[in-house]
């Protein structure tokens, strides 16, 4: 289906208004003659629940939305689930369908097809682990074709979809292997802590995936209602070399080793810092309660959160000589 002229301001969780040249809503994983000729002819924007974008001008080209539904139970624990549902929607169906493995990914808002695209995680648990295939399409040639979880090149929130086929496959499903045997995972501290007050000492999935609803509740906005896009900047992740300089002048400062021997930093530690916690310019801030969510006033344009980041980078660069990337992306 293809809309003209439509103002992207409620596809998007920031609410940036931006209008869109063109917006094909994809129902099934095939498009008309019109829908091709249009998909050949322009450049493309693929958007899902607009959870991790924001847009800061107008868009000439066409944006493409998978909006397909379905949820399909393989083999006892694999399950194919249309690009276009809901992200958490999912995870509550799974585990009324009694299937474990992605409880600490509750509330993430966003579809299950933008999932593989950003490799989401929290909470110590990543997608990767649970994804089995992609399936999807590339633009324009429109040849259907499956990634198996080596081929989607998974990392810290990353993904080939991300990088080398960043709008030129779009994703219509995503198959995932989950598990019959609950095994939660509540290595991470918060959610440790929030089981412990509820007195949830053996907990079942259910019980995990309440814990996080309410841990994630407290800490972070409701885009309804303070427009934001969840974690704005990956923590970043540094070499041994580079977190024994940052001891020594800050001693304190939070770090997780890695496998590989690398060291990951809370992203949130270094905006804390530096006093930007609950501040604002004009229309963007960051978040009182979590510096890492930058937020806005319902009022801010693209251009003013593109800016306001900037200087976030730049003053972290300048301090500790720490670059950080951004998780969101600015079209």
């Known amino acids: ?46 958007l899902g629940g607009g959870s991790n974008v924001f847009f800061t001008q107008d868009f000439e080209g066409v944006i493409l939305k998978p909006e397909i539904l379905g949820k399909e139970i393989h083999d006892d624990v694999f399950v194919r689930v249309g690009a276009g549902e809901s992200w958490d929607d999912f995870v509550a169906w799974t585990l009324d369908q009694g299937l474990y493995g992605l409880e600490n990914l509750s509330l993430i808002p966003g579809t299950v097809g933008a999932a593989p695209v ?37 990392s810290y929130r990353n993904s080939i979809f991300k990088q080398g086929l960043r709008n030129s496959f779009v994703i219509t499903h995503v198959v995932f292997k989950l598990s019959r045997t609950p095994s939660p995972n509540t290595a991470y501290v918060t959610l440790a802590a929030e089981l412990e007050q ?27 209602e303070i427009p934001n896009a969840g974690s704005f900047f990956k923590n970043p992740i540094v070499s041994e070399k580079e977190i024994t300089r940052l001891q020594a002048e800050y001693p304190e400062i939070p770090h997780y080793p890695l496998s590989d021997g690398s060291h990951k930093i809370p992203a949130a530690w270094f905006l804390d810092q530096t006093g930007w916690k609950g501040k604002w310019n004009n229309n963007v801030g960051c978040y009182e309660k979590q510096p890492l969510i930058v937020v806005t006033n319902g009022k801010a344009s693209g251009e003013e959160i593109k800016d306001f980041t900037e200087t976030l980078v730049r003053t972290i660069q300048a301090q500790f000589g720490i670059t950080l990337v951004p998780e969101v992306l600015a079209i």
């Open 1 to 46: 289906m293809i809309s003209t002229q439509e103002n992207l301001v409620d596809q998007v969780t920031f609410k940036t208004p931006a209008m869109a040249r063109y917006i094909i809503r994809m129902e099934n994983d095939s498009f008309s003659e019109e829908e091709r000729t249009l998909l050949q002819r322009h450049s493309v924007q693929i």
């Open 118 to 154: 950003q490799n989401i995680g929290a909470y110590g648990v990543e997608a990767e682990e649970y994804i089995h295939q992609v399936e999807g399409m590339h633009i324009p040639s429109f040849q259907k074709q499956t990634y198996t979880n080596s081929a989607c090149e998974f």
């Open 198 to 224: 509820r007195g949830a000492r053996d907990p079942a999935p259910e019980d995990v995936r309440e814990a996080v609803i309410t841990v994630r509740t407290n800490r972070l906005p409701d885009w309804r």
